[in-house]
């Protein structure tokens, strides 16, 4: 990694409204066969602010995380509006997260999901889930997530890819 982008694995920092047409911007690079309306990002900042991260570099935004409590075995459908966060959520949702080229390999997204568990544990969450798309589960499981296998998500998780699968991360 350049010098330009050592530390940046430690500079998440909360996303704000004003980086929502940066978020969208590094969705459509990192994520473009995943699109997701601008909506979707502006609703999970609005319903869970502590679960929205982003690293912001010199000249753009470089990576950004979207995670909130949600229902066991029940992922959100892509680019769909949730409308309410659970009363009784029973794990932590990584919806969304987008790494540019430059910051990956560098501990970026390791720093994200110690972010995320601690997140999790302060909202009492055992489990953190999330569906796994675009080749990325070898760093998911890297990051202690196993496959939940559920087949009566068959339908949905195909709705993102053949090659989507539900993981997840018991909490110890």
């Known amino acids: 990694m350049s010098s330009l982008f050592e530390g940046l694995a430690s500079q998440w920092r909360p996303m704000t409204a004003a980086d ?15 699109p997701e309306d601008d909506a979707v990002f502006a609703e999970r900042l609005r319903l869970y ?4 991260l ?8 470089l ?5 909130h409590p949600w229902h066991r075995l029940r992922p959100p459908a892509l680019n769909s509006l949730l409308g309410a966060l659970p009363a009784a959520p029973s794990t932590y949702y990584i919806h969304d997260v987008a ?44 990051q202690g997530f196993a496959d939940v296998d ?13 090659a989507a699968r539900l993981m997840a991360r018991r909490l110890g």
Not at 49 to 52: E, F, S, T
């Open 20 to 34: 929502l047409p940066a978020v969208a911007a590094v969705a459509a690079r990192v994520h473009p066969d995943y």
């Open 49 to 52: 602010p502590a679960g929205c």
């Open 54 to 61: 982003v690293v912001a570099g010199a000249q753009e935004l």
């Open 63 to 67: 990576a950004y995380a979207v995670s």
């Open 99 to 142: 790494l540019l080229a430059q910051v990956r390999g560098g501990g970026t997204g390791a720093a994200l999901v110690a972010r995320l568990v601690a997140q999790a544990r302060s909202a009492g969450l055992a489990e953190l889930s999330l569906v796994a798309v675009n080749g990325s589960d070898g760093f998911w499981r890297r």
């Open 150 to 162: 559920e087949p009566a998500l068959a339908d949905k998780l195909a709705s993102y890819d053949a």
